[in-house]
């Protein structure tokens, strides 16, 4: 089993920049695919931000050159740096990690973005 605890979500006005940061109970070397996905109130969740285990990275279109996602397999952490935040960025965002038979998410942290 495999924990995923995220931080550093908060509130910020547009404009802001906040870091997420995803802790995993274990070494992250193996997974796959670690990133990034948000909900917000009435919406699906949505994927933001992804990283491969050889560094590649996908953004969703809404988030492309303000946000930028990173992963630290010695400190098993994955990153979210969020610039210039809108306020349609507020929701509560999701950790996500996959294994080739199995995906893990964290539990969420809010991130509000003040007008």
């Known amino acids: 089993q495999v924990q995923l605890v995220e931080s550093g979500g908060g509130l910020v006005q547009a404009g802001g920049s906040l870091r997420l940061s995803c802790a995993a109970s274990?070494?992250?070397?193996?997974?796959?695919?670690m990133g990034w996905y948000r909900q917000a109130p009435g919406n699906q969740r949505e994927r933001v931000a992804i990283?491969?285990?050889?560094?590649?990275?996908n953004y969703a279109d809404s988030v492309k050159g303000r946000f930028t996602v990173s992963r630290d397999n010695d400190m098993n952490t994955v990153y979210l740096q969020m610039n210039s935040l809108k306020p349609e960025d507020t929701a509560v965002y999701y950790c996500?990690?996959?294994?080739?038979?199995?995906?893990?998410w964290g539990q969420g942290t809010q991130v509000t973005v003040s007008s």
């Open positions: 996500y990690a996959a294994l080739p038979n199995r995906d893990y």
């Open positions: 274990r070494s992250i070397f193996t997974f796959n695919i």
């Open positions: 990283i491969t285990d050889r560094g590649t990275t």
